[in-house]
C-alpha cells in the first residue's frame, strides 16, 4: 500500500472503526489483520459496507486498511461504512452531496437503553400478581 491515505472514523452503537482509503489501489480490503471476507463472512455483509464506493462507481479504485473494535458484526459493519463514507468525502469534497443523498454520511446514533431498577430490562416490568 502507498503512503499516501484518507482516514475517516466512524461509529455505531459501542463499535468504532478506523477506516483507511490508499487511492490507486486493486481494491484490496483488510478488516482488523484479516481479509474483508474472512472477517465478514455473513452473506451481503461486505456488499452493505462497501456501498459508498459503488455508489461513487470505484469498487476496486481504492484499497481499504481498517481497524475496527467493540459491538457486534452488525455495528461494526455500518461502522465500518460512516468511516469509508468519511474518508471518501476528506480525499474529494465534491463526493459529499452523493453520499448523503444515500444516506451514507450520517451516524446512526440509536443505543441500548439502559436498565431501570425495578423492572426487568429497560421498559419490561415483572408480572403483576394480585395475590
Known amino acids: 500500500m502507498s503512503a499516501?491515505?484518507?482516514?475517516?472514523?466512524?461509529?455505531?452503537?459501542?463499535?468504532?472503526?478506523?477506516?483507511?482509503?490508499?487511492?490507486?489501489?486493486?481494491?484490496s480490503l483488510v478488516i482488523n489483520d484479516k481479509d474483508g471476507s474472512d472477517y465478514?463472512?455473513?452473506?451481503?455483509?461486505?456488499?452493505?459496507?462497501?456501498?459508498?464506493?459503488?455508489?461513487?462507481?470505484q469498487l476496486k479504485a481504492f484499497d481499504i486498511s481498517v481497524h475496527v473494535n467493540g459491538g457486534g458484526v452488525t455495528g461494526q459493519r455500518d461502522a465500518i461504512r460512516l468511516?469509508?463514507?468519511?474518508?471518501?468525502?476528506?480525499?474529494?469534497a465534491e463526493l459529499k452531496p452523493q453520499l448523503k443523498e444515500h444516506k451514507f454520511m450520517t451516524r446512526d446514533a440509536r443505543e441500548k437503553e439502559?436498565?431501570?431498577?425495578?423492572?426487568?430490562?429497560?421498559?419490561?416490568?415483572?408480572?403483576?400478581?394480585k395475590r
Open 40 to 57: 465478514m463472512p455473513r452473506l451481503g455483509d461486505l456488499e452493505t459496507l462497501l456501498e459508498p464506493l459503488a455508489v461513487i462507481g
Open 114 to 129: 439502559r436498565k431501570k431498577p425495578g423492572l426487568k430490562r429497560a421498559r419490561k416490568a415483572p408480572t403483576y400478581t
Open 83 to 92: 468511516g469509508l463514507a468519511r474518508a471518501l468525502v476528506l480525499m474529494d
Open 4 to 27: 499516501q491515505y484518507y482516514e475517516g472514523i466512524g461509529r455505531r452503537k459501542t463499535a468504532t472503526a478506523r477506516v483507511r482509503i490508499f487511492p490507486g489501489g486493486t481494491g
